[in-house]
């Protein structure tokens, strides 16, 4: 079968010689539908500079949904045509898997039977496979598995009413983290970036106040706005954002991190900081509170408070795929989807 496979040394490839997956008694096999490009691991898995994965060739993807086109025997909560989230591949002999979202067929488990039947379930993540439902268009589908990420971090982060919140970044991590913030009844919501349509975007969605950090400084706007932050998010990834932060929070204030690229040599000015003051991140998915807040996030799609056009703005063919990732290179969109 055929889908995305990368080296670590910044290639990516488009094959046909990975083998179809096999199915257990549990497992439904699944047919990609489309699958996003993730702007933050995606790249530096490619790159190979996501720490923690260095199994390569393998297979690319994380952001994919799919139609069931068969089931195992023991199989209850799936049926042939559901569309699912977060459908993966497993390792084979060919490629090892770094999610597998990018490939033609893939897998899901039926966590729930394999439960009744008395079989734990060890890995969390597989019980966020969910069924979507009907009103979601399938090609956007995938950026659903951002949004949870988002707004699970966003109340893992303590993200409450009355809440003064600067974001520093316009991706779409940045513009969903705006979004979710705004939900949650944050009293003034501060974005800082360097894309103008982004930015305007920001602002659509539940930014208040947008700053161009490239023309202006970010920490004289929050003093202007608000003073001082209660929370400031760092979804970018970057030390020099960081030591920003720490000049934008309140004493006792939180600087989050949700971005994932910090490195050692990006120095942090300590001393223009409180004494006092918290760091909280949440660069991964934790899955045990990411499976309590999916139905939220598809209450707010339904109830059209978080729309996924605002988000998903590249549908591209699998046999282009080339395409989609030069768009997240020259940041020319936010959530590419490239389907088969």
């Not at 530096?44 to 393998?58: E, Q, V």
């Not at 090609?139 to 949870?148: C, K």
């Not at 998010?233 to 030591?243: F, H, K, P, Q, R």
């Amino acid at each position: 079968m055929k889908g995305l496979i990368t080296d670590g040394k910044g290639n990516v490839l488009l094959k046909d010689d990975i083998p179809k997956p096999d199915i257990g008694d549990y497992d439904a096999l699944v047919q990609t539908v489309g699958c996003g490009i993730c702007n933050g691991t995606e790249l530096k898995i490619i790159d190979g500079h996501l720490k923690g994965f260095s199994t390569y060739p393998a297979v690319l993807g994380h952001e994919a949904v799919g139609r069931v086109i068969e089931t195992g025997k023991r199989v209850k909560n799936y049926k042939v045509g559901d569309l699912v989230l977060r459908p993966g591949l497993c390792n084979n002999d060919k490629y090892y898997s770094l999610w597998g979202g990018f490939a033609e067929f893939t897998t899901v488990a039926d966590c729930m039977s394999m439960e009744e039947d008395g079989i734990a379930v060890e890995d969390v993540s597989l019980k966020s496979r969910i069924v979507v439902p009907s009103f979601v268009n399938e090609i956007e589908a995938p950026m659903l598995i951002t949004l949870e990420e988002i707004y699970s971090a966003a109340k893992r982060l303590g993200v409450r009413e009355d809440m003064r919140i600067v974001i520093m970044g316009c991706g779409p991590v940045g513009i969903a983290m705006a979004n979710f913030c705004k939900i949650l009844g944050a009293k003034f919501i501060l974005l800082g970036g360097h894309h103008e349509a982004r930015m305007t975007k920001a602002l659509e969605v539940g930014a208040d106040v947008v700053v161009n950090t490239h023309k202006e400084d970010i920490v004289e706007k929050v003093h202007k706005y608000m003073g001082a932050a209660d929370l400031y998010i760092d979804a970018v990834g970057n030390g020099n954002t960081l030591s920003q932060g720490l000049r934008c929070i309140k004493p006792g204030g939180t600087i989050g991190i949700y971005g994932i690229g910090l490195k050692n040599d990006q120095m942090i000015d300590w001393e223009h900081s409180d004494y006092s003051w918290k760091i909280h991140s949440v660069q991964w998915p934790d899955y045990s509170h990411l499976i309590t807040i999916q139905k939220d996030v598809l209450n707010y799609v339904k109830e059209g408070m978080v729309n996924l056009s605002d988000y998903v703005t590249h549908k591209i063919p699998i046999e282009h795929y080339e395409d989609g990732f030069e768009l997240i290179r020259k940041r020319q969109g936010l959530k590419i989807v490239l389907t088969f």
